[in-house]
């Protein structure tokens, strides 16, 4: 059976994702942060057999041990880790004014050293994967060479850091036939304002959809890493 495992599924891009993965017929693995949201309950109830939901909090080391253990309890095997869990709400300031450095701690930490927590943890899964794919949900905010931001240091820079965290895995997990992704998902619409966005562009499965096909298509393990959720290379 194909398996994969979503991190931060309980809304927006992370549960469009683990729904799009049910409908392919994989065993998802669906990292939830927040027990009282319904969507993945609903899932749940609809895939009894085929998801497992999983307490995972990426900031915690406890929680992402447990999680790969409650993994590591039904599979023998990953095909597919998504590292999508992340947070936005950037409250890091501005250079004119005050700037919040905890704030940007806790973007570092949840979207850059959260990601390289759920693969460490999960590495003897993956590695004994058919398909033996990596995926980080990066953003256009992380690349250095079209920024226009003036502001949101926190999220840009830890989406940066994601980027750099998903150069050195391709370079390192090449001998073990791992490939790596960075995928930028688009603008879209979710959770990621603290309330649902209808001004971002695109529908969250349709970016899940984009996403699945990139993968699909994925075989050359040299071809661009750091792309849109349309196949787009994007600069570093
Ligand atoms: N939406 C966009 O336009 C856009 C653009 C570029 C990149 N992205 C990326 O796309 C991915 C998915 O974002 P989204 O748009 O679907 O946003 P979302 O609706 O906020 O989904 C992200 C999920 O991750 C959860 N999460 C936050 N902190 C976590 C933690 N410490 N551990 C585990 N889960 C945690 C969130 O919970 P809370 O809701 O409680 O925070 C939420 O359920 C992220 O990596 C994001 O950076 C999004």
């Known amino acids: 059976m194909k398996t994969a495992y979503v991190t931060g599924a ?81 409250r890091s300031g501005s250079v004119m004014d005050d700037l919040y450095f905890d704030d940007m701690l806790t973007l570092y930490d949840t979207n850059c050293l959260g990601p390289l927590r759920v693969t460490h943890s999960v590495m003897p899964l993956l590695r004994a994967g058919h398909r033996k794919l990596l995926v980080n949900i990066s953003s256009e905010a992380g690349s250095i060479g079209q920024c226009w931001r003036k502001k949101e240091y926190g999220y840009a820079m830890s989406k940066a850091a994601l980027n750099m965290q998903s150069a050195i ?14 995928i930028h998902p688009g603008y879209v619409r979710s959770y990621m304002l603290g309330h649902f966005n209808e001004d971002a562009t695109v529908d969250a499965d349709e970016s899940a959809r984009g996403i699945l096909e990139l993968i699909r298509l994925r075989t050359d393990s040299h071809a661009p890493l750091y792309l849109d959720y349309q196949g787009s290379a994007l600069p570093w």
């Open 169 to 182: 895995l391709r370079n390192h997990l090449e001998e073990y036939g791992i490939q790596v992704m960075a």
């Open 10 to 90: 309980d809304r927006g891009l992370g549960e469009a994702l683990a729904r799009a993965l049910l409908s392919e017929d994989y065993h998802v693995f669906a990292g939830q942060y927040l027990p009282d949201w319904p969507q993945l309950t609903a899932l749940l109830n609809a895939h009894p057999d085929k998801l497992t939901v999983l307490p995972l909090d990426v900031t915690s080391d406890v929680s992402v041990a447990t999680a790969a253990e409650l993994v590591a309890a039904e599979t023998d095997h990953l095909d597919l880790l998504i590292n999508n869990a992340a947070l936005f709400q950037d």
